[in-house]
């Protein structure tokens, strides 16, 4: 019996493909088919709809397959973009000073990222343009971290600084376009990070106030010129704002009443949200322990720390389906690694065999999920009739 498509979302990309190429045979214009895609669902994901189009234009697949099989691009890009968010970063930021062991930790950051929960309910859920959100959005956090460390200079090289705020701002404009909800989680990430990183800092005798103030007020106005230019691109297309979109979103999904109703919207979160495959203990605990070790006088711990600080809210007063958007934003497999590359420090030993304990845990993890694939609705849901049937 042929299988079915389990999200949602999946029914949803389908259709926007179908509309859009009715109107290419109603002999709509390249531009007109450009204005309907950034109005689809809002405006609040015309990049991802945009690309998935130029796909079925340039393979000449039917929307259905394009969507089911955009997986194959996204998985080998996140992974990428992982081993190159921890090999940009400076080697004193993750391992000391030594280079090639920068190399084992990028490395092993792939391979995490290549199981982790982002490509395994990112395949289960269809949450397609996420996951296109995480690409630029794993690059901006790189971008970030080098503008803070350059509150450390003595003297402020104005050319890179500028370069670096120039292309966060690009970094963050894509993301904003890919998907206007996880541009939001960082943007309120990048601002937490902004402020941590003033408040620390500023407190350093090694760190000239100056030169912090003017790194400070660079970052923000970054962030401040994101959410601008999301207010113009409202404006200019009549869509609603990204900020507007994510207070709609936190007033139905955020509520002082869901605090007494907190650990029952967790476990359903973990066991039944997205087929339960957002839990991995094994990740969530390294995370933890990476959270005791980490340091706020490295721009790397504080901008992961911002993003995980965040879960706070949705864990205490949110609806599964927020939590699950949140945690699934979160890299969590990162600062997981982080705590495991201490080991490599003090025992190689030790080290070696919590890596293959952790490679093996997150393999069945990975195989148990992809196998059991299959769509299992929890109590009280119900779905219409099939859909993306092969």
Avoid at 72 to 96: D, K, M
Avoid at 106 to 111: E, G, K, L
Wanted: charged residues 15%; proline residues 4%.
């Amino acid at each position: 019996m042929p299988s079915c498509g389990i999200s949602v979302d999946e029914r949803h990309y389908l259709r926007w493909l179908e509309e859009l190429e009715l109107l290419r045979q109603q002999g709509a214009s390249s531009g007109e088919i450009i204005s309907a895609v950034f109005a689809v669902n809002g405006g609040d994901r015309p990049l991802s709809v945009l690309f998935m189009l130029f796909l079925a234009d340039v393979t000449g697949l039917p929307g259905a397959t394009i969507v089911r099989f955009l997986p194959v691009i996204l998985a080998p890009a996140l992974v990428a973009s992982s081993y190159l968010l921890v090999r940009l970063v400076r080697p004193a930021v993750l391992v000391g000073t030594i280079q090639g062991r920068k190399s084992i930790v990028a490395s092993t950051v792939a391979v995490a990222a290549a199981m982790s929960p982002q490509i395994v309910v990112g395949l289960y859920a269809g949450i397609l343009a996420n996951w296109l959100a995480l690409i630029p959005a794993l690059f901006s956090i790189v971008v970030a971290v080098k503008i803070s460390e350059h509150a450390k200079s003595k003297d402020l090289d104005w050319r890179k600084l500028s370069a670096s705020a120039a292309v966060l701002f690009a970094l963050l404009a894509l993301t904003n376009l890919f998907h206007v909800y996880t541009w939001g989680y960082l943007v309120l990430a990048l601002g937490l990070f902004a402020v941590i990183s003033f408040v620390v800092m500023r407190k350093s005798a090694s760190v000239d106030r100056r030169v912090l103030l003017k790194v400070s007020v660079i970052l923000g106005s970054v962030i401040v010129a994101s959410v601008a230019a999301d207010y113009a691109k409202s404006s200019f297309l009549s869509v609603t704002s990204g900020l507007s979109q994510e207070s709609i979103l936190a007033g139905n999904t955020l509520s002082p009443t869901n605090f007494l109703s907190r650990w029952e919207a967790l476990d359903f979160t973990f066991s039944s949200y997205v087929g339960g495959f957002l839990s991995n203990p094994v990740i969530m605990a390294l995370a933890l322990l990476w959270v005791f070790r980490s340091s706020y006088q490295k721009a790397f711990d504080r901008l992961l720390l911002s993003m995980i600080f965040l879960l706070a809210v949705p864990i205490l007063f949110g609806s599964s389906d927020i939590q699950a958007r949140v945690f699934y934003v979160v890299p969590l497999f990162i600062p997981a690694l982080l705590s495991l590359n201490s080991l490599r420090q003090n025992n190689n030993g030790t080290f070696f065999l919590a890596m293959f304990t952790l490679a093996i845990s997150m393999a069945v993890y990975a195989l148990r999920a992809i196998a059991n694939m299959d769509l299992v609705l929890p109590e009280g849901y119900e779905v219409e009739e099939p859909f993306l049937i092969p």
